[in-house]
């Protein structure tokens, strides 16, 4: 069981990052469709840490022996999740990318043509 | 027909003015279109000064992305038969108009320039070899068809491959994979022999430590095009 002390700190912590993350929403520094998963891991884990037994209850209603490696089981599923939907993003960003440098190219190269026709009309 | 050669270069500023000398010279008949594919050296500065024709790319895209600008340019100005030819001067411009005659001749979709079928000229190592009969195997497996040169970048494609890859193309090392899904896609493809001739400069750009990667990389591409193809045929 944790003690008082530590559920104190580590509930101002994740208050302050908490607070950090929608202070980034806020600019649009984050956009909301990633950052929704980065909301919802610290109000979880407040909730964990103001609720005593709540981890020890699901440890044994998931048929786990010890509550550590339940976190440590369930936080890797999380981090595998989560890089996986940043390979997704980034192979999306680099698709567009692609095709709005090809689109850019070919458009610079439409532009210069009409130049020279027009000089070589002068 | 209007017939358009598709030149990727990047770094080439030793081989580019050769390569379209050569092309000139060689395949009159063809136009040509250089893709600077966001080069570090003085290569835009030599396509310039030369008056050569060329599109320059703002962001490096690899060799898929400058060779799908290529397509995409064959589509936007109406070629009937686009064919890419390295800026590194492997490919002999003296085969075009060969080929694109076969193509023709045989209403073909796509040719393929191959190094192993009278088994003339650069003839690449060894080790090269075996992985090009790999892929060779490999593509008879999953498609029935024998392609003996699935690597050569040497092909030249009609109007449905013109389509087909400026919607789609691999971004590295594309040739194999290309070859998969124009069959898939029922496109019909011959290959004719041609010579090859080694590089004139510059480096290749599979490097010993590349070619794990390549392997690996090319052959789940493969049969992931094969999946592609079954589901659409569903």
Redesign the interface.
Known sequence: MMSMKLRVIMALILLLGLMYLVRLIKKRKIDLKYSIVWLLLPIVILVIILIPGLLEWVAAAMGIYDVMNMVFFLGFIFVIAVIFSLTVAISKLADSMRQLTQKVALEEYADRKKIEANSERE | MKKLIIIPAYNESENIVGTVRDIEENAPDFDYII?NDCSTDNTLEICKQNHFN??????N?GIG?AV??GY??AR?YGYDIAVQVDGDGQHDPAFLQQMAEYLEEHQLDMVIGSRFITNEGFQSSALRRVGIVYFTKLIHLLTGHKITDPTSGLRLGGRKVIELFAENYP?DYPEPETAVTALNHGLKIEEIPVVMRARQGGVSSITMTKSVYYMVKVTIAIVIERLRGRSKAV
Not at chain 2, 54 to 59: A, G, H, K, S, T
Request: proline letters at 7%.
């Open positions: 893709i060329y599109v320059n790319l703002p962001i895209l992305g799908q600008t995409k340019y936007e971004k």
